[in-house]
């Protein structure tokens, strides 16, 4: 998975409803506040006003709910707004070759140069956002809460241009258009059950984060970091000249210059993840991370089950029939195989039970990859000797809870975990 696919998945898993705070009811002091800013992709001032809001009346679990959502919002803004500005897989040739050239967005046909420490401090900047974002819906708790919101008019501010116009309409992407190509309303209505379900995709957000950080990528850096940003300064760059020429001439592999260094700086960006820890404190955190994630699962669907409402819901229950993505039916035999698989991941995270590897008949004992961690080489560890140190005898996690799975969700558990989280 590359470095572009692998951010790129991560900001569509939350943009979808962190975008997505615009126009709605004004039936509360945060609706309104929604309606005053959100809806015109000022996601910046929605902080303000909500923060505000929330600090004015420590109780308002709306405005509680509000912010973290507004706060994720601005996370994945400035994330998005960054990698556009350094050009992130603007011209990937190698990419665009199994469709995966150009940002999430659109291409920046000015790039700006990026070094390794500025690619560190994007991550660095998404993480502390994702961290007020998640402390903010934290302190949502158990308390009801509600905010009724139309995600067909969201607009968001994705290049950081300051200009709000029909491009930053990701709202059309994601509604039903009507007879005269505008946008069908799509309501709905989040609650504090979809606290903790936002609260989880932070969480989870944060350890993809703080793996890569906790990590040394410089080697990959000076290697194949051009291969995901057009003006990456390393000595690879350097030597190929500034910006790699123009990358017309051809090859002796009949192919341009620029098609050929695109391939090479993909394949040196592989065989260059051998990364050491640096930080083992913080590559310990990943594994904390992931563990919340799946406590907020079983408190999320905790709270669905003790709903009595059926209004517009994100995630509904199994009596809820006002689910907004009606193509995907919740029933109660699909959240107890979603939880019971996710005990098994929380149990091989503990390391009491061990993770499979297709080579072997031991399993990976990963709390030691945690706890005693090494250098993590992408392809032996495929390949099997780089999990070697970790083998352990025991009760491996066999394929048996996943084959369940499959059935129960009729074939489509990657949806289903995408949108369960």
Avoid at 49 to 70: E, F, H, I, P, Y
Wanted: with cysteine.
């Amino acid at each position: 998975m590359t470095m572009r696919y692998l951010l790129t998945w991560a900001m569509a898993a939350t943009m979808m409803v962190a975008f997505s705070f615009a126009p709605a009811r004004a039936d509360s002091p945060a609706s309104a506040l929604f309606q005053s800013y959100l809806g015109k992709g000022r996601i910046s001032e929605a902080d303000e006003q909500m923060l505000a809001l929330a600090t004015k009346a420590s109780s308002n679990a709306d405005a509680r709910l509000g912010l973290g959502m507004v706060r994720t919002a601005r996370a994945l803004e400035h994330l998005s707004q960054a990698l556009y500005k350094y050009g992130f897989a603007t011209e990937m040739p190698a990419m665009r070759l199994i469709g995966l050239s150009g940002t999430v967005f659109s291409t920046n046909p000015d790039p700006q140069p990026i070094t390794y420490q500025d690619f560190r401090g994007i991550l660095a900047t998404f993480l502390a956002d994702l961290d007020k974002a998640d402390q903010a819906l934290k302190e949502v708790g158990d308390s009801p809460a509600k905010l009724t919101v139309d995600l067909s008019v969201t607009r968001f501010d994705w290049n950081g241009d300051g200009i709000i116009d029909e491009r930053d309409h990701i709202g059309a992407a994601i509604s039903d258009i009507d007879d005269a190509g505008k946008p069908k309303p799509f309501i709905v209505a989040f609650d504090t059950a979809d606290a903790k379900w936002l609260r989880g995709y932070c969480n989870f957000l944060m350890a993809l984060t703080k793996t890569l950080l906790s990590h040394d990528m410089s080697r990959s850096w000076n290697a194949g970091f051009g291969s995901l940003f057009p003006r990456a300064v390393s000595g690879l760059a350097e030597a190929n000249g500034v910006d790699g020429g123009d990358g017309i001439g051809m090859t002796l592999f009949g192919t341009s210059k620029r098609d050929t260094d695109a391939i090479a700086d993909l394949i040196s960006l592989v065989h260059t993840i051998d990364w050491p820890v640096a930080d083992k404190a913080m590559w310990l955190e990943v594994r904390a991370h992931f563990k919340t994630v799946i406590q907020l699962n079983r408190e999320t669907w905790a709270l669905i089950a003790k709903e009595t409402d059926d209004d517009h819901e994100w995630l509904p229950g199994p009596r809820q029939k006002s689910g907004v993505l009606p193509s995907l039916e919740v029933t109660q035999e699909r959240i107890d195989s979603w939880l019971a698989l996710l005990g098994q991941v929380e149990q091989v995270l503990d390391g009491k039970l061990l993770m499979p590897h297709w080579r072997f008949a031991k399993g990976i004992n990963l709390a030691r990859v945690f706890e005693q961690p090494g250098n993590f080489d992408l392809v032996l560890w495929i390949t099997g000797p780089g999990a070697l140190p970790f083998l352990d005898n025991g009760t491996v996690m066999d394929a048996e809870a996943w084959s369940q799975a499959t059935r129960i969700f009729g074939g489509d558990v990657a949806s289903y975990a995408f949108y369960f989280n």
